[in-house]
């Protein structure tokens, strides 16, 4: 796994300006939705009434501003 240290304060200041917790609901980020496609949808489909925002990666880039965008948008007006 490969971490980039700005990611926290990304995240941190993702939340900060949605008003988001960094939990629960959920922006999930991840490199391989494809593994588990029917649990993932399962999973999904218990939480449509919630925020959930699976978000794909490259795993040769990691989280970018596009991603964390999407996130944003997700998040923002989030009860």
Known sequence: ???DPDHGDQ????????GAELAWPLVWFDDDFGIHATRREDFVH???HLTTRLIHVDPGTGITG????????????NP
């Open 1 to 3: 796994m490969r971490l």
């Open 11 to 18: 995240l941190r200041r993702l939340a900060d300006d949605t």
């Open 46 to 48: 218990k939480r449509r």
């Open 66 to 77: 596009q991603h964390l965008s999407e996130a944003r948008e997700a998040l923002t007006g």
